[in-house]
């Protein structure tokens, strides 16, 4: 287990001690959102940055406290250890540069109370004991809490952060294992543990900011700011590089109440809940992204895939009460050769051999995700629609049952469901539902309309129902069952 974290109250003397300046604001307790920064006075700026504060900084991050991908390459400058464990990992991305440092330091804390040898300490070892070890995101809920998201668009989400966190620690614990003071410091002793590579992973995503200059990084005391829908400050960086937060022009916070960034303007609930532990209805985009399932009587399936080269996905949205489907696989996963699709298998320059779709006779393979405008000058191209019309219809119809036959409140026997995930469950079930019922009445008005069209009427006949066209086809294909 993680070590409990240090007070929030003796926060101010660590802020002290490394050069951060409360300006204008100070450390409170917020009700229901733990710590958050508070004005200290009035703060007032017009929109023409006239004011009583003008445009002087709320609060003020020295840049050397930011920890960014280049930051940690500095420290293994100063840390020969660490050096040799980034060396053994191969300089991974920015991320997981970061997280190794923060399990470092986390793994060093554990270390610090029986005594035995970590990491070379840093401002950042002090502050990583303040952060929270409760965080609200999905990927650290239980097995019974995730649970309360079937059905929905985290559901797979979540279950791929977890497997991929599985591995990651796997590889680290591989390549590190063979390193004395890291097999000493993480595994002797299972120091190191999954929760806790989820824990640096969770702080990772809900804390980091995208600074101008650095990209992304973590600054401490700036990342103890709230979010809020409608937010009265910035972060920034200054002409040295320090990190401000800043009043936007045209506000006014009282003295004593709460000031709030914006943690993102075009988030989904989703995604706001999968990153940050909660869901903000008022500042969330009321959209949703959710993984096609393969037709599993297709035997053009796999080389479709291969050819995709991308996760088949469906977007969906609704701005201003119009709702909108983005699909570009579907307009691929609804062809088959009779349509003039056709794979095969080519030898290039190098000897090798590549498998290439051909699109009436031309080669596609370069715009197997274009589908789509591919098929607008085809006489056909109202059934080929159609067809991805009920497709997606019949998808996005399972995936409503499953939403509404997943319990959101019932605790499972045995099990300690959290209030706030029982709530945060409950909140994306409502958005991804109500979503889901919009796009079905949309995609069945786009039915009615593709089935009145002559090409489809000539095509199916008086008889055919466009449900039943691919058991029509099959005595025709047999190999190709698929329409």
Not at 241 to 263: K, Q
Not at 439 to 465: C, I, N, S
């Amino acid at each position: 287990m993680p070590p409990a974290p240090l007070p929030i109250e003796i926060l101010p003397d660590w802020a002290r001690l490394n050069g951060v300046e409360f300006l204008n604001v100070e450390l409170h307790h917020i009700d229901g959102k733990g710590f958050g920064l508070v004005a200290t006075q009035r703060l007032s700026l017009s929109a023409d940055h006239e004011g009583a504060i003008d445009d002087a900084p709320l609060a003020k991050v020295p840049r050397d406290l930011a920890l960014s991908g280049a930051a940690v390459d500095e420290y293994a400058k100063v840390d020969h250890n660490f050096r040799q464990l980034l060396d053994a990992m191969g300089h991974q991305s920015s991320r997981v540069r970061i997280l190794l440092y923060l399990l470092a330091h986390l793994a060093s804390s554990k270390q610090d109370r029986a005594g035995g040898q970590g990491a070379v300490p840093t401002p950042w070892t002090e502050y990583a004991k303040f952060l929270p070890r409760e965080i609200l995101v999905p990927t650290l809920w239980s097995e019974s809490e995730r649970d309360l998201l079937q059905g929905t668009s985290l559901e797979a989400a979540v279950n791929a952060k977890i497997s991929s966190l599985h591995s990651e620690l796997d590889e680290l614990r591989t390549k590190s294992s063979e390193l004395p003071f890291w097999n000493a410091l993480f595994w002797e002793q299972d120091t190191v543990t999954l929760e806790d590579w989820a824990l640096v992973d969770a702080w990772y995503r809900s804390r980091c900011l995208d600074l101008p200059t650095v990209g992304e990084s973590m600054v401490p005391i700036i990342d103890m700011a709230n979010h809020s829908s409608e937010p009265d400050a910035y972060y920034d960086e200054d002409t040295e590089g320090d990190v401000e937060i800043l009043l936007r022009p045209g506000f006014t916070v009282a003295s004593g109440n709460e000031v709030t960034i914006s943690y993102g303007e075009f988030k989904s609930a989703a995604e706001m809940l999968f990153t940050y532990g909660f869901i903000d209805r008022n500042a969330s985009t009321d959209e949703m992204k959710l993984w096609l399932d393969s037709l599993p009587d297709d035997p053009l399936t796999q080389a479709k895939l291969h050819i995709f080269e991308q996760f088949p996905t469906v977007r969906l949205s609704r701005t201003e009460g119009t709702v909108r489907w983005d699909c570009p696989y579907v307009h691929l996963m609804v062809l088959n050769e009779e349509d003039g699709l056709e794979f095969r298998v080519l030898q290039d320059t190098d000897g090798g051999r590549q498998l290439k779709v051909f699109w009436q006779g031309e080669d596609a393979t370069d715009q197997a995700a274009n589908f789509e405008t591919l098929i607008q000058d085809h006489p056909l191209c109202p059934l080929f629609r159609l067809r991805a019309v009920i497709v997606l219809a019949g998808q996005l119809t399972a995936r409503l049952g499953r939403i509404r036959n997943t319990p959101t409140s019932e605790q499972p026997e045995g099990a300690q469901l959290r209030e706030a995930c029982i709530q945060a469950a409950g909140a994306l079930k409502d958005i991804e539902v109500s979503l889901l019922e919009a796009t079905l009445a949309a995609l069945k008005e786009q039915e009615t309309h593709l089935l009145a069209d002559d090409a489809v009427k000539a095509y199916l006949g008086p008889t055919e129902d466009p449900q039943n066209e691919q058991d029509s086809t099959e005595a025709t294909n047999e190999e190709d069952d698929f329409s």
